[in-house]
């Protein structure tokens, strides 16, 4: 495995926007609604999102000064001189007009407008929330910190939540909001994009909860076994017990495992990987270590 080694400090600045957002992905949206001190509002998306705390609820988002020009975002203009921004959530079928409204129209200019977007008023605050996103946040902006005052540089805008506004529809039958439904889209590097639906979207069962016993105590065979990969060993650490021989003892009598046993340990092995990708993970440990 060969690797290039980057110092940040030797490429340009473009380049490195390149690396680091292709590598800091998937990024959530914030679909930003602001304005100025005349009133005037303005829309437009930011990548640099995410929540930080839950109590009390805290979003941050971050408006970059342009590497061409060094010049400030409108979005950043308006926080500071109007103290509130409503945050919107994008999902796949706002996607294209959000894309839209991330123009540089002049100042002024309403990119719900000029994107096709619904104006919904805030309870709260005064920028208007949008009407077609899934899920909107009436926040006010406690702190705006610059990282620099270059091209290039953000300035995190650090957000209060002070209200939520949720389509009803991506709510589960416990009034939950339902992963499945929301089919958000995030950003990735370049003009790619990703979306959170179908296959791309998969469970993974909690650790907190329970201590898992951990990869390096499994036997040496199974650790580097041809045939598990890092995500089955994973999903094997994180059992909680490790068997007994009698628990282990009792899958040696079934037919397929037999079978697997007589043909040898990468059948073995291939039939224990099936079985964790079924979700079987601890009979798929009880032969593994029939072998091991
Ligand atoms: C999906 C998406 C994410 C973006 N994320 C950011 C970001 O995090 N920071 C940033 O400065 N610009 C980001 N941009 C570009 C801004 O949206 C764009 O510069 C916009 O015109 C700023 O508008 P304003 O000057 O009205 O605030 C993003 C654009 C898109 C399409």
Same mark, same amino acid.
């Given at each position: 495995?060969? =690797? ?7 490429? &340009? ?39 930080? &705390? ?10 970059? %000064? %342009? ?15 109007? $103290?509130?921004?409503?945050? /919107? ?26 994107? #096709?977007?619904?104006?919904? +008023?805030?309870?709260?605050?005064? +920028? ?26 953000? /300035? ?6 002070? @209200? ?9 039958? /416990?009034? %939950? ?26 469970? =993974?069962?909690?650790? @907190? @909860? ?19 990969? #890092? /995500? ?26 037999? $079978? ?11 039939? $224990?990987?099936?079985? =964790? ?11 593994? @270590?029939?072998?091991?």
């Amino acid at each position: 495995m060969s =690797i290039k080694t980057i110092d940040p400090n030797s490429i &340009s600045i473009p380049d490195l926007q390149g690396y680091l957002q292709a590598a800091v992905a998937p990024r959530p949206i914030a679909f930003a609604s602001t304005l100025d001190k005349e009133g005037q509002i303005n829309l437009s998306p930011f990548s640099f999102f995410n929540m930080f &705390s839950t109590n009390p609820p805290i979003l941050v988002f971050s408006p970059s %000064r %342009r590497v061409r020009g060094n010049s400030t975002k409108h979005t950043l203009d308006n926080v500071l001189e109007v $103290a509130e921004v409503s945050i /919107n959530v994008v999902n796949y079928s706002m996607v294209e007009q959000m894309s839209l409204a991330s123009t540089e129209y002049e100042k002024g200019v309403n990119e719900f407008i000029k994107a #096709g977007f619904t104006q919904v +008023p805030s309870t709260l605050i005064q +920028p208007p929330r949008v009407g077609e996103a899934p899920v909107s946040f009436e926040c006010k902006v406690l702190q705006v910190i610059p990282t620099g005052s270059e091209g290039g540089a953000g /300035n995190l805008v650090i957000c209060q939540v002070l @209200l939520i506004h949720v389509q009803e529809q991506y709510l589960d039958a /416990n009034g %939950r909001l339902d992963t499945t439904k929301l089919d958000l889209v995030a950003r990735m590097g370049g003009n790619w994009y990703c979306r959170a639906s179908g296959d791309a979207l998969f469970e =993974i069962p909690k650790p @907190l @909860l329970t201590k898992g016993i951990g990869v390096d105590v499994l036997p040496a065979s199974i650790r580097n076994s041809t045939v598990l990969t #890092g /995500n089955n060993l994973g999903r094997l650490g994180n059992l909680e017990f490790f068997p007994t021989s009698e628990e282990i003892a009792t899958l040696r009598t079934q037919t397929e495992v037999q $079978a697997a046993l007589q043909q040898g340990a990468e059948a073995l092995h291939q039939l $224990a990987k099936s079985w =964790i990708e079924a979700g079987k993970t601890e009979e798929a440990l009880k032969i593994l @270590l029939l072998e091991a």
